[in-house]
Nanobody, 124 residues
Framework: QVQLVESGGGLVQAGGSLRLSCAVS????????TGWFRQAPGREREFVAS????????YYADSSKGRFTISRDNAGNTMYLQMNSLKPEDTAVYYC?????????????????WGQGTQVTVSA
């Protein structure tokens, strides 16, 4: 099993920044990709960004490009999401996820493990 714990959410004004962290533990040797998804009230969960544990290659949703940066520490045990120029439409619960194997990084159904989520609220 793999455990994921998010932190760093909160309330920020539009144009501000937040950095989310995700601590990854357990049987991490099987994990190939870790990523971030978000879900706003009344909306489906959507892909934000992901990063390959072996190469640190990154993937971004169009809405994240240029504003969000995903990264990880050298050991791959902590993943980060730096969010800049935040907008009210970024308000959502943000989830950390881990994928074991080789499937689409953009689909939430590909991911095997999930954190509990952290709330991000951006005020206008």
């Amino acid at each position: 099993q793999v455990q994921l714990v998010e932190s760093g959410g909160g309330l920020v004004q539009a144009g501000g920044s937040l950095r989310l962290s995700c601590a990854v533990s357990g049987r991490t040797s099987s994990v190939t990709i870790t990523g971030w998804f978000r879900q706003a009230p009344g909306r489906e969960r959507e892909f934000v960004a992901s990063i390959a544990r072996s190469t640190s290659g990154a993937y971004y949703a169009d809405s994240s490009k240029g504003r969000f940066t995903i990264s990880r520490d050298n050991a791959g045990n902590t993943m980060y999401l730096q969010m800049n120029s935040l907008k009210p439409e970024d308000t959502a619960v943000y989830y950390c996820a881990a994928l074991s194997g080789y499937r689409s990084v953009y689909s939430d159904s590909s991911y095997n493990y999930w954190g509990q989520g952290t709330q991000v609220t951006v005020s206008a």
